[in-house]
């Protein structure tokens, strides 16, 4: 099997096979006919990709990376899909793991992630997230590869926002990242913020899909609260053609007053029209908070990550037991040998025996 960079001419059938994979999911965990958020765009897709061939296939994007399998006889097989998040250490987000129904497909599954993360490494990419549904089959695969869980996220989606009084917000500036970062590192676990949040440099370009690297530099727009310091913070990304508009919201738990005023003030901030939201499995009083204005939960995704920060080559996995996922906590895929026992070496010269 050969794994190389897409070409132009790989693109009808990289949009073959990726059409097959989204069809089958569809197929197998289909929703109600009038759900307004299409559960392949904002599950199976994982954030990244719209239906069309332009977005599929990133050629233009720098720091966006696509993989394809090819076999002698069959051709190509299967495709991996990435894009590198904003600042450094940098982070590569895989977007898109497709193959075709045959053996050769299956196969394909691994090599291509191997593939991938060795390809990040040499070009000093130590960090490797996906988000996908809980229950999807490629979970096993990533566990198996030695990602951890993250998180797990709720998506919320509402066709109108209602709006009602709340408290001031003002439009956050870049001087205002680190008390934002401690604000992070008050609301957020410490087994969450040790892999996401290490330094202010980590964080920034990677949490929030690296937006608070781009803070001033983009469409979306950032607020703060402060009472004094900063308590509460709020990002509205505008909507597109092709998606609604995204609400993100961390805020100090103390004091369920000032959470519900800085939610409507958030919410008055957003444009009409369809809004999403997506918030983790510890932010559990702003998802019932968002619930109770009206947000229905539409899909709930595990973000796995793997970090690599020695410059090795991956070799394909040792036999291992059946990767175990948790809900709310790190699942690790433990191996099924044992430590080989140790010798105690007390420098003592065992006497040769006599020739």
Same mark, same amino acid.
């Given at each position: 099997?050969?794994?190389?960079?897409?070409?132009?001419?790989?693109?009808?059938?990289?949009?073959?096979?990726?059409?097959?994979?989204?069809?089958?999911?569809?197929?197998?965990?289909?929703?109600?006919?009038?759900?307004?958020? *299409?559960?392949?765009?904002?599950?199976?897709?994982?954030?990244?990709?719209?239906?069309?061939?332009?977005?599929?296939?990133?050629?233009?994007?720098?720091?966006?990376?696509?993989?394809?399998?090819?076999?002698?006889?069959?051709?190509?097989?299967?495709?991996?899909?990435?894009?590198?998040?904003?600042?450094? *250490?940098?982070?590569?987000?895989?977007?898109?793991?497709?193959?075709?129904?045959?053996?050769?497909?299956?196969?394909?599954?691994?090599?291509?992630?191997?593939?991938?993360?060795?390809?990040?490494?040499?070009?000093?990419?130590?960090?490797?997230?996906?988000?996908? *549904?809980?229950?999807?089959?490629?979970?096993?695969?990533?566990?198996?590869?030695?990602?951890?869980?993250?998180?797990?996220?709720?998506?919320?989606?509402?066709?109108?926002?209602?709006?009602?009084?709340?408290?001031?917000?003002?439009?956050?500036?870049?001087?205002?990242?680190?008390?934002?970062?401690?604000?992070? %590192?008050?609301?957020?676990?410490?087994?969450?913020?040790?892999?996401?949040?290490?330094?202010?440099?980590?964080?920034?370009?990677?949490?929030?899909?690296?937006?608070?690297?781009?803070?001033?530099?983009?469409?979306?727009?950032?607020?703060?609260?402060?009472?004094?310091?900063?308590?509460?913070?709020?990002?509205?990304?505008?909507?597109?053609?092709?998606?609604?508009?995204?609400?993100?919201?961390?805020?100090?738990?103390?004091?369920?007053?000032?959470?519900?005023?800085?939610?409507?003030?958030?919410?008055?901030?957003?444009?009409?029209?369809?809004?999403?939201?997506?918030?983790?499995?510890?932010?559990?009083?702003?998802?019932?908070?968002?619930?109770?204005?009206?947000?229905?939960?539409?899909?709930?995704?595990?973000?796995?990550?793997?970090?690599?920060?020695?410059?090795?080559?991956?070799?394909?996995?040792?036999?291992?037991?059946?990767?175990?996922?948790?809900?709310?906590?790190?699942?690790?895929?433990?191996?099924?040998?044992?430590?080989?026992?140790?010798?105690? %070496?007390?420098?003592?010269?065992?006497?040769?025996?006599?020739?």
């Amino acid at each position: 099997m050969n794994i190389r960079p897409a070409y132009f001419r790989d693109l009808a059938r990289i949009e073959q096979i990726h059409g097959e994979a989204q069809n089958g999911d569809e197929t197998a965990t289909q929703l109600s006919p009038e759900h307004p958020v *299409p559960q392949a765009t904002v599950l199976r897709l994982w954030y990244a990709v719209s239906k069309t061939l332009s977005s599929l296939v990133p050629f233009s994007a720098a720091g966006d990376i696509l993989f394809v399998a090819e076999m002698p006889r069959e051709g190509i097989v299967g495709f991996i899909q990435a894009q590198a998040t904003s600042g450094k *250490p940098q982070t590569l987000q895989i977007l898109n793991l497709c193959v075709d129904a045959s053996a050769s497909g299956h196969f394909a599954r691994e090599q291509l992630l191997i593939h991938l993360m060795n390809h990040g490494v040499e070009h000093g990419i130590h960090r490797f997230l996906v988000r996908m *549904p809980v229950d999807h089959a490629l979970v096993r695969l990533f566990l198996k590869q030695g990602f951890i869980q993250l998180a797990t996220e709720q998506i919320l989606y509402s066709d109108e926002v209602p709006t009602a009084e709340g408290v001031s917000l003002r439009p956050a500036k870049r001087d205002d990242l680190g008390a934002i970062y401690l604000l992070y %590192l008050r609301t957020t676990p410490s087994h969450v913020a040790s892999l996401e949040g290490g330094s202010l440099k980590v964080w920034q370009s990677g949490f929030a899909d690296g937006a608070m690297a781009r803070m001033g530099r983009d469409e979306t727009r950032h607020y703060v609260h402060e009472d004094p310091g900063v308590v509460a913070w709020a990002a509205i990304r505008p909507a597109s053609a092709t998606r609604p508009a995204q609400l993100s919201l961390m805020c100090d738990g103390h004091d369920p007053r000032l959470r519900e005023a800085v939610i409507d003030a958030a919410l008055r901030e957003l444009p009409g029209g369809p809004v999403s939201s997506v918030l983790r499995h510890y932010d559990s009083e702003l998802i019932r908070s968002l619930r109770l204005r009206g947000f229905e939960v539409y899909g709930t995704q595990v973000v796995l990550v793997r970090d690599l920060s020695a410059k090795v080559r991956l070799r394909a996995s040792v036999s291992r037991k059946k990767p175990v996922l948790i809900h709310a906590r790190l699942a690790r895929s433990v191996p099924t040998e044992t430590s080989p026992g140790l010798r105690v %070496l007390n420098g003592t010269r065992t006497p040769s025996s006599p020739r």
